[in-house]
């Protein structure tokens, strides 16, 4: 089982902030939190990873709560091509994905 | 950015053939590829984990001489779909990785067995 827990979907209007929550209660201390995408009928696509301080890149922003226990991505504009399935995800053994259903994101026009 | 390719991208073959899928990282030595499968409207399963000339490590309920895979380079890892019949019908997707830093995934194979 993920180690993470996602709401299934969410909506998101097209030029506002989309910000996708994540729980990972169970998290100990040297474990990273990643986050992929996957378009339809795609492989995921790497967005962004962070241990405990808040990152950002191109793509996306995330923060991570002080106590590490939940994660929000944050995408500052979102576009249409932005809708996808996001995946929050804590590797297992230090490598190994489990996927969950993750978050359903639909950017609306 | 790291690129992963995969091929075939698409596939279509008669029951009991063997299906190849390799994939290939084209910019970096990849210390650990991983290979899924995803059924329709459901997440990735990890079904196994391949370092460079070392055996592959199977998850559990993955048949091993079902699903053959070779990693000979840093570069390079396949899979081989043996004997295959329409419950292996799937898409197949592929990651590689550096030592401490992120996977990154090919576009995916779909495996149509008739």
């Known amino acids: 089982d993920a180690k993470t827990t996602q709401p299934p979907s969410m909506d998101c209007a097209e030029g506002r902030a989309a910000n996708l929550p994540c729980n990972h209660s169970t998290i100990s201390g040297n474990e990273y939190v990643y986050w992929y995408r996957q378009i339809h009928s795609q492989g995921p696509q790497y967005i962004i990873h962070g241990l405990k301080n808040n990152e950002t890149n191109e793509m996306a922003s ?4 002080e106590d590490r226990k939940s994660s929000t991505l944050i995408l500052p504009h979102a576009t ?7 995946y929050c995800i804590l590797p ?3 490598q190994n994905f489990v996927f969950g259903p993750g978050t359903r994101l639909s950017v609306l026009p | 950015g ?5 091929h075939p991208s698409w596939v ?3 029951s009991g053939t063997s299906v190849k899928i390799e994939c290939r990282s ?9 290979w899924y499968r995803q059924f329709p409207k459901q997440s990735l399963m990890l079904m196994a984990t391949s370092n460079e000339g070392s055996k592959a490590t199977y998850e ?7 699903f053959l895979i070779n990693h000979a380079s840093l570069t390079l890892s396949t899979l081989t779909v043996t004997s295959a019949h329409p419950e292996d019908s799937s898409f ?23």
């Open chain 1, 62 to 65: 995330l923060i991570i709560t």
């Open chain 2, 2 to 6: 790291a690129v992963v390719s995969q």
């Open chain 1, 80 to 86: 249409l091509r932005d809708t996808a399935v996001y």
């Open chain 2, 60 to 66: 559990q309920g993955v048949e091993k001489d079902k």
């Open chain 2, 92 to 114: 197949y997707i592929c990651s590689a990785s550096r030592t401490g830093q992120p996977q990154h995934f090919g576009d995916g194979t779909r495996l149509s067995i008739l």
């Open chain 2, 12 to 14: 279509i073959c008669k």
């Open chain 2, 26 to 34: 084209l910019d970096f030595q990849a210390t650990t590829m991983f």
């Open chain 1, 92 to 94: 297992f053994y230090g």
